[in-house]
């Protein structure tokens, strides 16, 4: 690439990306950007996206996109561009723009229109195929002229059915590239044209021919078709790359979902007198009213009120963050109680909400799929192949005396051999029934390069509130004062909290089973706790007031050191009990952890939380200290899963929330839990519908054999027809018998890949299968 210019001359330009069918071509259209004077690039096959940064005084918009196009790929701007050293408070951020929003919207109904125009060609072809088979392969149903209803049927297969193939093979072609696509183009081809030749200048177009299958070449004098050859290969491809297609782009889901996260508009203090205008036209220093149950609109510093503020979408804890005037909010977060004045302090694309979506975009950037193993076996096998039969055409030319049609028939024969349509059932097969176990399991597996990252994990990172934690706050224990009966004060303290819709409140209140007492007088002091009368009493609870005395001062500082959440209940002034209050570990989390180190990973315990509720949840769960990593942010996240990667780790990481978006994205495998946030779900490779963290174990365990299973097909799909390409090129075989070995190679996978609905879960009385 060119010297490049200084970053302060950039323009950033997203675009879309259509028509990739591979990483392959990703990475070609990669290096033509990168070719280009003043262009900087990384396409993203995932997203189906490119992030290019140009320098306006070499090279346009329209030039960047045309470099494109002119590899043979669709492109279109997504957003308007924006400078990239652009820091101007008054800038408005396109990330969540309707210009963005209908680039997006372009790649997802570009990918929609795909998916929709390979279903309808599969159906078509489909429909044509099976009587084209039928014809082919049964004698006592071929009338007369049947071939020629054949052709008819197979005609718009060919050219119609199998478009998506070829083109993509002449695209391949002129790069010099070679794909499955070129394996199926090359062989349907050479079986129609084959076809073609007999039928129009051989014998094989006689009102009264016939057609049966023969595993050596006789004596017959009738010129064979291989029309069923060319129906069967394409429609069977074409469904494998329908569920390809069907697979692809969730990441783009997640980007929009957590863009989405954020407040519409905002309530802003405009001439003395509010209105309320969309959050997109917020500027620094704009000052905006928040009230309870409302998003926070942006970024910002409280100027006036207090409330707690539910930042559980950055953090991953269920506990409200008291605020006051100067306490700095962040975008997005739910305002639970009282009326906030707020400053705006960053908007459009410094907020956090656009920081972490910039997060996921770089982590699922960096995270490209495995490239099809066919396509690298392809890459070689199909030079190969067209080698050996051009070799069948001289050498029976020049050392036989059987003459052209002769030699061509072992050339064709060749080429038909080598077209295995096993192929196109060898990952879709085994996906659909091994997902479709998973999904009976409560594990949604989203694609074949997922199954991929499973076998090499080593390392499985774990977020702990709502993964290993409940994420419910629950009452872990009650010290009383002298003098005080326990259930007494946690029936007057749940009476109280009662009132109070604060997640403490709420655990308290729910420790009581009894009927509750009423309250009156009822006060709720942000920052102290809550207040009122119950059956005469005055009952406070909430932060300390006065010195405990030994016996409740040990225990309030023993829950804060093992990461429980203490409160003081007051009666009548008097310092009665202390409650502790923390997360709960889900009964079945020892049991997985335990599972994951079967499996030969290492568990790590990652959260925002402090480090003493880590460690505590870590031992109760089997996790090594040295082994947990605490109070940690999103970015902080991502950053630790990197430094594992760097030390040759393979990681999995298992989270929920908002805040664990990037990380799954970035981790070598995501693993959401299905009670989770849609973002989380989005980001991550396989979603745990059950909520239960032993999934996680089956989930790898399934992928791992699903992979292997994927494995053995390919193997297979290709071994019966590669033992047969010898034979071919001596002209002993029968072109015909090229839909044998599809026929029998077909099955075996089919019946390879229906094994895998025996996989049991190891928690539900199964087997390890």
């Not at 199926?184 to 014998?203: D, I, K, M």
């Not at 909520?691 to 994927?710: F, H």
Request: glycine share 8%.
């Amino acid at each position: 690439m060119a010297g490049m210019p200084t970053a302060v001359n950039l323009i950033e330009l997203d675009l879309g990306v259509t028509g990739m069918t591979c990483t392959s071509c990703s990475a070609r259209v990669e290096r033509k950007l990168n070719k280009v004077e003043g262009v900087e690039a990384t396409v993203n096959f995932a997203t189906e996206s490119a992030s290019v940064k140009y320098d306006p005084d070499r090279v346009n918009e329209d030039q960047v996109i045309d470099t494109v196009k002119g590899a043979g790929y669709g492109a279109f701007a997504m957003s308007t561009p924006d400078p990239v050293e652009d820091t101007s408070g008054d800038a408005t951020d396109t990330a969540g723009s309707p210009d963005s929003a209908s680039g997006q919207g372009r790649i997802d109904a570009a990918r929609d229109a795909e998916a929709a125009d390979l279903k309808f060609r599969v159906v078509v072809s489909a429909l044509l195929t099976v009587p084209i088979a039928l014809l082919s392969m049964i004698p006592a149903l071929q009338f007369t002229n049947w071939q020629w209803a054949v052709l008819t049927m197979t005609t718009p297969v060919f050219f119609w059915g199998g478009a998506p193939f070829h083109k993509a093979t002449w695209v391949n072609l002129r790069h010099g590239s070679f794909t499955m696509d070129t394996l199926v183009s090359l062989g349907t081809t050479a079986a129609y044209v084959w076809s073609l030749w007999a039928l129009f200048l051989g014998n094989a177009g006689a009102a009264g021919m016939t057609m049966e299958m023969h595993l050596f070449p006789t004596d017959s004098s009738m010129d064979e078709i291989y029309l069923e050859t060319v129906a069967v290969v394409i429609t069977f491809l074409l469904l494998g790359r329908w569920f390809e297609t069907k697979a692809k782009g969730q990441s783009s889901e997640a980007l929009r979902k957590l863009l989405d996260m954020g407040a519409k508009d905002a309530a802003v203090i405009r001439d003395g007198r509010e209105v309320r205008i969309p959050t997109s036209q917020l500027k620094i220093g704009d000052v905006f009213i928040t009230r309870p149950g409302e998003k926070i609109a942006t970024d910002g510093v409280v100027l006036e009120g207090t409330s707690a503020v539910d930042e559980s979408m950055l953090t991953g804890e269920s506990i409200p963050v008291e605020v006051t005037k100067g306490s700095k909010v962040t975008g997005a977060t739910l305002n639970t109680s009282g009326r906030l004045m707020v400053e705006a302090t960053r908007i459009g694309s410094d907020t956090t909400l656009s920081q972490m979506a910039k997060l996921v975009t770089e982590a699922q950037s960096k995270k490209a799929p495995v490239q099809r193993l066919v396509d690298q076996i392809s890459q070689v096998f199909v030079p190969v192949v067209i080698v050996i039969s051009i070799l069948t055409l001289a050498g029976h030319l020049i050392f036989t005396d059987n003459g052209l049609a002769a030699a061509f028939t072992a050339a064709v024969a060749v080429l038909i051999i080598a077209c295995p349509c096993a192929l196109g059932l060898a990952t879709p097969t085994a996906l659909l029934v091994g997902t479709g176990r998973g999904a009976q399991l409560g594990l949604l597996i989203k694609g074949p390069e997922i199954l991929e990252s499973t076998k090499k994990v080593d390392t499985i990172v774990m977020d702990k509130t709502g993964t290993v934690t409940a994420g419910v706050m629950s009452v872990h224990d009650v010290t009383t004062a002298d003098g005080f009966d326990r259930d007494e004060v946690l029936r007057l303290a749940a009476a109280v909290e009662s009132a109070s819709e604060h997640p403490i409140a709420q655990a308290i209140a729910a420790a009581h089973k009894g009927t509750k007492p009423e309250v009156t007088d009822f006060q709720n002091t942000a920052g102290r706790g809550v207040t009122g009368q119950v059956e005469g009493h005055t009952v406070t609870v909430g932060r300390p007031a006065t010195e405990l005395d030994p016996a409740l001062s040990e225990s309030f500082t023993r829950a804060q050191n093992q990461g429980g959440t203490p409160v003081v209940v007051m009666i009548d002034d008097v310092n009665a009990a202390v409650i502790t209050v923390r997360d709960t570990v889900k009964a079945t989390s020892a049991e997985a952890v335990a599972g994951l180190k079967e499996l030969g990973m290492t568990p790590m315990l990652l959260t925002g939380d402090n480090l003493g509720a880590a460690k505590a949840v870590a031992a109760e769960v089997g996790i090594a200290p040295e082994h947990v990593i605490a109070e940690v942010m999103p970015d902080e996240k991502v950053s630790t899963v990197e430094k594992l990667q760097a030390e040759g780790r393979n990681v999995a990481m298992v989270g929920d929330g908002v805040n664990d978006a990037a990380a799954l994205a970035q981790a070598d495998l995501g693993l959401a839990m299905g009670a989770g946030t849609d973002v989380a779900i989005e980001a991550s490779d396989i979603t745990l519908m059950n909520n239960d963290l032993r999934s996680a174990v089956d989930a790898i365990r399934l992928s791992r054999r699903t992979l292997g299973t994927i494995r053995g097909n390919l193997f297979w799909a290709f071994a019966y027809n590669v033992a047969l390409i010898p034979v071919a090129a001596a002209g002993f075989l029968n072109p015909m018998l090229a839909g044998v070995a599809m026929a029998l190679s077909s099955v075996f996978v089919v019946t390879n890949s229906l094994r895998l609905r025996g996989f049991a879960s190891s928690h539900q009385g199964g087997s390890h299968s």
